[in-house]
């Protein structure tokens, strides 16, 4: 894009999947320092929207970033061998940024494919790896190229990382949009750095089990399996740890006084889910987490929502925007039974 101006923004106008935008800011360099805290919660898939700012434009931003009228998108992305650490939110990727196990056949520079939702290509880097991603489609939204590029791409990387037996991974993603002169690109909200606690506090024994689980969460880029993390901590802290502990209480001749556990509130979450906020725990863990998600991910069968497909876009979007409530959910039953515990010491 001949840009003279950016405007980045992220969640809180409308954005392309009805989620809310905030503007963060605007620069008249292709670079901008943003606040780790302005970009989303830790940990959670988010979306950064950068539109160019024209002499002439006369549109308004929000009808720009939610034009439903088909156009040309051009996505391109990194591959990796292991989940990335970098901080930064880099829209102009290019191949020698990107890596992996599989090496191009020689004197191969890229392997070309075409189908119904559009064309794609893999280039090489310069130690002959498998490194770049590039795809052209027609679609009318930032979400419709996400979802045509996935059932492009991650099909075809699934079948590589078993015919070679080795990890394969797709790094940074940015979409173009030139018609709009809008660029959006997926990134997971950085981790701020912290000072260590000086509470001073016991490691309960029977918390290990719940600790180790949330730390492999945290630790997970996969959504599917950090919601699993979450959902077993729930698991445990709802079911038999509050059995034990209730058991155990009562043999000791405490009274028993179980929290009222509600479904937490967060400005950051999505607007679909805030029907569940203020509501008990447990129901939101019986009737929403169980039966639409655990048992899919779970499970190699058939259930009301299809076999789980983790490749497929419209479950890995699922599962993604499930990450920022479980893990709520999951942080108030652990605080919740680190105080029942600690009237047992």
């Known amino acids: 894009m001949n840009r003279q101006e950016r405007r980045q923004q992220q969640k809180k106008t409308t954005g392309p999947s009805g989620q809310k935008l905030a503007l963060i800011g605007t620069s008249p360099a292709p670079t901008m320092e943003i606040p780790t805290e302005k970009l989303g919660p830790s940990?959670?898939?988010?979306?950064?929207?950068?539109?160019?700012?024209?002499?002439?434009?006369?549109?308004?931003?929000?009808?720009?970033?939610?034009?439903?009228?088909?156009?040309?998108f051009k996505i391109v992305a990194t591959l990796a061998k292991s989940p990335s650490t970098n901080e930064r939110i880099d829209g102009d990727l290019k191949r020698d940024d990107g890596a992996s196990y599989i090496m191009a056949p020689p004197g191969v520079e890229k392997i070309q494919l075409?189908?119904?939702?559009?064309?794609?290509?893999?280039?090489?880097?310069?130690?002959?790896?498998?490194?770049?991603?590039?795809?052209?489609?027609?679609?009318?939204?930032?979400?419709?190229?996400?979802?045509?590029?996935?059932?492009?791409?991650?099909?075809?990387?699934?079948?590589?990382?078993?015919?070679?037996?080795?990890?394969?991974?797709?790094?940074?993603?940015?979409?173009?949009?030139?018609k709009n002169g809008c660029q959006t690109?997926?990134?997971i909200?950085?981790?701020?750095?912290?000072?260590?606690?000086?509470?001073?506090?016991?490691?309960?024994?029977?918390?290990?089990?719940?600790?180790?689980?949330?730390?492999?969460?945290?630790?997970?880029?996969?959504?599917?399996?950090?919601?699993?993390c979450y959902y077993k901590i729930l698991e445990g802290l709802l079911n038999s740890l509050r059995a034990d502990y209730v058991q155990t209480a009562k043999a000791a001749g405490i009274d028993i006084k179980i929290p009222r556990q509600l479904v937490p509130?967060?400005?950051?979450?999505?607007?679909?889910?805030?029907?569940?906020?203020?509501?008990?725990?447990?129901?939101?863990?019986?009737?929403?987490?169980?039966?639409?998600?655990?048992?899919?991910?779970?499970?190699?069968?058939?259930?009301?929502?299809?076999?789980?497909?983790?490749?497929?876009?419209?479950?890995?979007a699922k599962y993604a925007?499930?990450?920022?409530?479980?893990e709520l959910c999951a942080r108030v039953a652990i605080a919740d039974h680190e105080a029942l515990?600690?009237?047992i010491q």
């Open 43 to 72: 940990g959670i898939p988010c979306q950064l929207h950068v539109l160019a700012l024209f002499p002439n434009e006369v549109r308004r931003d929000e009808d720009r970033l939610n034009d439903k009228s088909p156009r040309a």
């Open 114 to 178: 075409s189908g119904s939702g559009g064309s794609l290509q893999i280039t090489k880097n310069q130690a002959d790896e498998l490194s770049f991603v590039e795809c052209e489609c027609v679609a009318d939204s930032i979400f419709t190229a996400r979802c045509l590029f996935q059932r492009a791409v991650l099909p075809i990387l699934d079948h590589l990382a078993y015919l070679n037996n080795c990890p394969i991974l797709i790094d940074k993603i940015s979409y173009n949009d030139p």
């Open 341 to 343: 515990l600690s009237n």
């Open 265 to 316: 509130d967060h400005p950051e979450l999505q607007d679909h889910l805030r029907e569940h906020v203020g509501k008990p725990l447990k129901a939101f863990f019986d009737n929403v987490l169980t039966p639409e998600f655990r048992n899919a991910v779970a499970h190699f069968g058939t259930t009301d929502h299809g076999v789980l497909d983790m490749s497929d876009p419209l479950h890995l």
């Open 185 to 187: 690109v997926d990134f």
């Open 189 to 228: 909200g950085p981790y701020h750095k912290v000072p260590i606690s000086k509470t001073v506090t016991v490691l309960q024994e029977k918390m290990r089990p719940v600790y180790s689980l949330y730390r492999e969460a945290k630790n997970s880029f996969s959504d599917f399996y950090r919601f699993l």
């Open 321 to 326: 925007g499930m990450i920022h409530i479980s």
